[in-house]
T-cell receptor, first 119, second 111 residues
């Protein structure tokens, strides 16, 4: 089956620093990748949608200058949390969809998540 | 996307069947019914999906009402590893858009 990985799986950083999270589709090419955030005891909330080679589309209320998304290739998207603060501490999850016409196009495959703790 | 309604939580005994209900009275003709589950501290995992007919796979069965306004995810023999939050999500698969997650049903499995 299609596999999505995330790196790192957890990270602790100091307030004011920036953190980069990678999302990779390991055995398929992903036109579109999605970034979600999940606070404790809550459901996943979509932050942004990124398409390879173009700017990400952010959901309402998500600061695009704070959460920088780059989708430079069909197998890699990165989320950078800039000037992180304790309220940014959360579980960040990415997912990926395959190319149109691909058997995996209509499915989304989720990464294992990255737990960010900002001190 | 049409909304779904699920019970907040359910309990089951180990090795017994579990029926997880989902109501989606405003489903449109092109919406697929997807089920994902999320184990603690992990990303969501695909369980099953369908459009009109009942579906079976190695993980579960999906029973879809004839009017498609509700569906039921069936775990035939619950194990402790099935304890998770189960999400019922509608999506028009013709457009390959993101999934909109509701609160889901937290399933507890008792030994």
């Amino acid at each position: 089956g299609a596999v999505v990985s995330q790196h790192p799986s957890w990270v602790i950083c100091k307030s004011g620093t920036s953190v980069k999270i990678e999302c990779r589709s390991l055995d398929f090419q992903a036109t579109t990748m999605f970034w979600y955030r999940q606070f404790p005891k809550q459901s996943l909330m979509l932050m942004a949608t990124s398409n390879e080679g173009s700017k990400a589309t952010y959901e309402q209320g998500v600061e695009k200058d704070k959460f920088l998304i780059n989708h430079a290739s069909l197998t890699l998207s990165t989320l950078t949390v800039t000037s992180a603060h304790p309220e940014d501490s959360s579980f960040y999850i990415c997912s990926a969809s395959g190319l149109a016409g691909d058997p995996v196009y209509n499915e989304q495959f989720f990464g294992p998540g990255t737990r960010l703790t900002v001190l | 996307d049409a909304k779904t309604t699920q019970p907040n939580s359910m309990e089951s005994n180990e090795e017994e069947p579990v029926h997880l209900p989902c109501n989606h009275s405003t489903i449109s003709g092109t919406d697929y019914i997807h089920w994902y589950r999320q184990l603690p501290s992990q990303g969501p995992e695909y369980v099953i999906h369908g459009l009109t007919s009942n579906v079976n796979n190695r993980m579960a069965s999906l029973a879809i009402a004839e009017d498609r306004k509700s569906s039921t995810l069936i775990l035939h023999r619950a194990t402790l590893r099935d304890a998770a939050v189960y999400y019922c999500i509608l999506r028009d698969d013709n457009y390959g858009q993101n999934f909109v997650f509701g609160p889901g049903t937290r399933l507890s499995v008792l030994p």
